[in-house]
């Protein structure tokens, strides 16, 4: 069971809005950043958020995080075929580990 | 350009009891300016953060659940991250990956395979 609470699936037509939710504790997302990986069957994960909200370049600004008290979003918004894949929130806990959540299997309909 | 290269161009097997050691050769970047992370994920799952290493100090952290069964060590010359599990069970089987943080786990090995058998 993983520290970090994720929906394990989510799914929605091409162009609509999708989020996905993160829920945590005051040890890890509530004192800590939050950071989002999108990762395709077979290969490794990618960094799509970190520090809570930010983008590496490359990412498009159709992702977005956020973080409000114990609890992180990933938003996709104008979903496309391309986006699905598997999410994970993860996050510094303050016993000095990383904790991961269980994933999320994001489907394009 | 920042690359990870792990050990092991095929799956390791493994029986169980035994120890399993994975190499990540970094290049590209200046390798005590950023933590190395192992990630390991079993078939079908999610992803499963196993520790990470200061390349500068040597300094671990290791999830709780295999603090008694992993060691992870660096060697500066060789800009080399090693991890090394100890008294594989079956439930070891997995891909295991080294990373580096830096905005997240920017740059990710290629995996290692692991299958832990009797």
């Known amino acids: 069971q993983s520290v970090l609470t994720q929906p394990p699936s989510a799914s929605g037509t091409p162009g609509q809005n999708l989020t996905v939710s993160c829920s945590g504790s005051g040890s890890n997302i509530g004192s800590n950043n939050v950071y989002w990986y999108q990762q395709f069957p077979g290969t490794a994960p990618k960094v799509l958020i970190y520090n809570n909200n930010k983008r590496p370049s490359g990412v498009p600004d159709r992702f977005s995080g956020s973080k409000s008290g114990t609890s992180a979003s990933l938003a996709i918004s104008g979903l496309r075929s391309e986006d699905e894949a598997d999410y994970f929130c993860a996050a510094w806990d303050d016993s000095l580990s990383v904790v991961i959540g269980g994933g999320t299997k994001v489907t394009v309909l | 350009q920042v690359q990870l290269v792990q050990s092991g161009a095929g799956a390791e097997v493994k029986k169980t009891g035994a120890s399993l050691k994975v190499s990540c050769k970094t290049s590209g970047y200046t390798f005590t300016g950023y933590f190395i992370h192992w990630v390991r994920q079993a078939p079908g799952q999610g992803l499963e953060w196993v520790g990470r290493?200061?390349?500068?100090?040597?300094?671990?952290n290791y999830a709780q659940k295999f603090r008694d069964r992993v060691t992870m060590t660096r060697d500066t010359s060789i800009t080399t991250v090693d991890m090394e599990l100890r008294n594989l069970r079956y439930d070891d089987t997995a891909m295991y990956y080294c990373?580096?943080?830096?905005?997240?786990?920017?740059?990710w090995g290629q995996g290692t395979t692991v299958i832990v058998s009797s």
């Open positions: 290493i200061n390349p500068s100090s040597g300094v671990t």
């Open positions: 990373a580096r943080h830096k905005d997240g786990l920017d740059v």
